[in-house]
């Protein structure tokens, strides 16, 4: 799942969003079956099984195709998770070991402002899976918050304390406010095997991108079929952004960020910011083209349209 809870699943879906975990898909790739409602006020079903042909082009749609009014999911048993956060690991650890640090837990996420040269590692692990072992930097001895300054009791608990999946994966406790509230937020999927180039480029970046961050975190999500998923086709990691809520401070860093990550693969999150016209974005998927028609079948008059859309399918 997401790390924030307040977060809808249809909308999560649209877009493509995920947690972290090398074994772990975006959220989207667990829909089984959807309905939509048409621009008459037709209702279509669909579902992985019947409809193979065009259901990954149905999932992550962005809106496009109707109105989402029913998911069926994947699910499985419930499970119980415990979470601990390692402080002042160095960054080169992590980029030279990522696949080791990344399969430390069921989930993992390290958060830096890419300006100093550690990290924080959160490790949510399952109780019913051998700990791998990894233990780089040092343990937390306290409940720590991933934005700095932020207070800790809006976390979820740490400490190795055992409890359900549901109140450990998430980074923030439900019934509370949380993040750094006034923010921005960009993000990237690349081919994991760029994470180390990746590092690099961003720690370059660093003395620039640190004064405007709250906070940034490295997630890992394993690949999909979805038409328009970021995570489509490959294994990827991802480096997510929050920013201070000062668009014309922040806009020339996300295209500086964009222009070392793109030559590495990057595709960026749908649901965030992003420097790229809809024609280049367009260019960073190989499906699109199959996923206008689709639009163009379900939606033949462009109801559902909007100006960033029309401009991505070139129906404006």
């Known amino acids: 799942m997401a ?3 307040a977060t809808a699943m249809c909308g999560s879906v649209a877009t493509g969003t995920h947690g972290s975990g090398d ?11 959807l309905q939509l409602i048409g621009p008459e006020g037709d209702v279509t079903e669909l579902s992985r099984d019947t409809d193979p042909d065009v259901f990954p082009g149905a999932v992550v749609a962005l809106g496009a195709l109707g109105i989402v009014t029913r998911l069926t999911l994947d699910v499985e048993p419930s499970y119980a998770m415990a979470q601990r956060v390692h402080v002042a690991v160095p960054l080169d650890e992590v980029a030279a070991d990522f696949d080791t640090v990344s399969g430390a837990a069921h989930s993992v996420s390290v958060f830096t402002d890419w300006g100093g040269a550690f990290a924080e590692v959160w490790l949510k692990r399952r109780t019913d899976r051998p700990d791998p072992g990894w233990d780089g930097g040092r343990r937390a001895e306290r409940p720590m918050n991933p934005v700095p300054g932020m207070p800790p009791e809006f976390s979820t608990r740490q400490l190795d304390e055992p409890g359900p999946w549901c109140e450990r994966l998430p980074h923030f406790r439900p019934e509370l406010t949380p ?27 660093g003395p620039r991108l640190a004064p405007a961050l709250h906070i940034a ?26 920013w201070v809520r000062d668009l014309d401070r922040v806009r020339p860093l996300i295209a500086a960020v964009e222009d070392v990550l793109l030559p590495l693969g990057a595709r960026p999150h749908w649901g965030k910011l992003t420097a790229l016209t809809p024609r280049e974005l367009a260019a960073l998927h190989e499906r699109l083209g199959a996923f206008a028609r689709l639009v163009r079948a379900y939606d033949p008059a462009g109801k559902f349209g909007n100006d960033f859309t029309d401009a991505l399918l070139g129906t404006g």
């Open 3 to 5: 790390p924030l809870q």
């Open 23 to 33: 074994t772990l898909r975006c959220l989207a790739a667990s829909v089984r079956a």
């Open 179 to 205: 993040g750094a509230g006034e923010e921005l937020q960009s993000e990237y999927y690349l081919p994991r095997a760029a994470a180390p180039a990746a590092f690099a480029a961003l720690r370059s970046l």
């Open 217 to 242: 975190e490295v997630r890992t999500v394993r690949a999909d079929d979805l038409w328009l998923s970021p995570a489509r086709g490959r294994d990827s990691v991802t480096f997510h952004f929050t």
